[in-house]
């Protein structure tokens, strides 16, 4: 443990009992609030952008989105042919 939370540790147990009843209170509260995101995660991508750790695509929004087809090819699968080569 660390000694900053055995100090509190043994602050607390110096408490009088209205004052634990108030340490307990703050803490229940604390353990019961629903932890919020402080960013979307949008945002935090654009944060890592602007920051440096990761590089976005450009991207243009166009309606072909909806359009997109994959590509049709014959022979043995991608992930067949790693397989194979990693024996």
């Known amino acids: 443990?660390?000694?900053?939370l055995d100090k509190i540790k043994e602050e607390v147990k110096a408490l009088s009992p209205d004052e634990l009843h108030q340490v307990r209170?703050?803490?229940?509260s604390l353990l019961t609030e629903p932890a919020k995101?402080?960013?979307t995660e949008d945002e935090f991508e654009q944060y890592l952008a602007t920051k440096g750790v990761i590089?976005?695509?450009e991207t243009a929004e166009t309606e072909?989105?909806?359009?997109w087809q994959p590509v049709e090819f014959t022979g043995q699968p991608l992930s067949e042919?790693?397989?194979e080569e990693r024996r």
């Not at 443990?1 to 900053?4: A, F, K, L, W």
């Not at 209170?25 to 229940?28: C, K, R």
């Open 55 to 57: 590089s976005l695509p």
């Open 37 to 39: 995101p402080q960013m």
């Open 25 to 28: 209170e703050l803490v229940d």
């Open 64 to 67: 072909d989105d909806d359009d």
């Open 1 to 4: 443990m660390s000694t900053s």
């Open 81 to 83: 042919m790693i397989i």
